[in-house]
């Protein structure tokens, strides 16, 4: 048995944040989302690490030979130079993954197999309009849920827990075990004391799960030459809509007219809109590593019946909205990110109340 820990940074691609805790470079209307015209600004933040490996040998042909691997990784302080790792679920920038090998060989002490899992449960920073205990957004003045000219909303960065699996494909190359194939499945979560549980219910309110599939080529001497990579995903987005009656009118729309008028003070509410997307990645191999150079989003509304989620593609129909963002990315010799420019546009149904008489 062998084990080993070790602390260090780990790069993490991160949109460049102003003063303002909320606000991003480039995002020229603070909505959290690259929009067309706009020109994002990135940066590689340093996130500290800890971690530690057990290993579990077997001797074959006289050699020690790994034949298990279990690597525990966490999310770390740093005060000067002591790292402390963070081991408190719940708390802000946790993170936890467990990373379990399993390597098989022949009777020559040959490498004949891989197999490789990861489990993980952490915090995902959402950047989110700040609510006010009535259920409105600071900042949006005329509180119709949407950011119009002269408005400044505020934001905030909230953690939503999450846990994921990743299943991993090897292949022994030149006697190296080379990853081929790796799809990651992530959900939301919740958190009861130090328990994440994952949220697999569809319809559920903060239901969301995606599954990234990216798949790995090598030439004959085991270097990485290719990658493609794609995602699909489902859940629910909260939408603030206002509160309707069982009449079909407005709480608050004291002359039934559908327009918020003064002196009328309309009740809205949090209300989840089952939403399906496809992110499509296009991969370039910079010194060595596969790196995406532009990812494609596509997301729609959509419909849940049961635990099944169809996308709405019928233009003109109830609640249709389609939307793209592509973003480019671009990298120096060294493989780090310089740049990156992103565009997003849609289209969708409004939908309008016609007042009688």
Known sequence: MGAHGGEGNNEVKTPKRLSGGGLIEGDTNNDGTPDAGETWVYEWVDQPTMFEVDNTYAVIMGQAQVVKSVTTSWNATLSG??????????????????????????????????VGRTVGEGNNE??????????????????????????????????????????????????????????TTSWNATLSGSVFTKNTVPGTHNYSRSVTTVNYTFNGKGQLTGAVGRTVGEGNNEVKT???????GIEGDTNNDGTPDAGETWVYEWVDQPTMFEVDNTYAVIMGQAQVVKSVTTSWNATLSGSVFTKNTVPGTHKYSRSVTTVNYTFNGKGQLTGAVGRRWGKGTTRSRRRNG
């Open 126 to 183: 959402v950047k989110t309009p700040k609510r006010l205990s009535g259920g409105g957004i600071e900042g949006d003045t005329n509180n119709d849920g949407t950011p119009d000219a002269g408005e400044t909303w505020v934001y905030e960065w909230v953690d939503q827990p999450t846990m994921f699996e990743v299943d991993n494909t090897y292949a022994v190359i030149m006697g190296q075990a080379q990853v081929v194939k790796s799809v």
């Open 81 to 114: 130079s002591v790292f402390t790792k963070n081991t408190v679920p719940g708390t802000h920038n946790y993170s936890r993954s467990v990373t379990t090998v399993n390597y098989t060989f022949n009777g020559k002490g040959q490498l004949t197999g891989v």
């Open 242 to 248: 206002p509160k309707r009656l069982s009449g079909g």
